[in-house]
């Protein structure tokens, strides 16, 4: 099994669900985020005064599928999260050892 963490522009929240629900992706748990990474945010003017915004809102997104299923989202959420332009996110590719369903007893990926 793997995990998948994208973190990845708000507005495209939606477009994303959509395309991994297209492929068999059954669930997700989505958080709101901040953060910045080579953009090192921004500097905006609010009421004739300059302050810089250091960690600019993103949206975290986790998954925990098959083998078989992971370079499939992987590529889905890179086509369907793309902007093209700066700040468009990251994603992450990680081994689960085991998962467990507590209300069933559940393990592995009968349990995910």
Do not use: C, N, W
């Amino acid at each position: 099994m793997k995990k998948i963490e994208a973190i990845i522009k708000p507005f495209k929240l939606d477009e994303v669900k959509h395309a991994l629900g297209e492929i068999g992706v059954e669930g997700m748990t989505v958080t709101e985020v901040k953060g910045f990474g080579r953009q090192k945010g921004h500097t905006e003017i609010y009421r004739g005064s300059e302050y810089t915004v250091d960690f600019l809102p993103k949206v975290k997104i986790e998954i925990v599928l098959s083998d078989a299923l992971a370079q499939k989202a992987l590529d889905v959420i890179v086509k369907s999260a793309k902007t093209g332009k700066i700040g468009d996110g990251k994603l992450f590719l990680l081994p689960v050892e085991e998962a467990y369903r507590i209300r069933t007893d559940e393990r592995g990926e009968k349990a995910v």
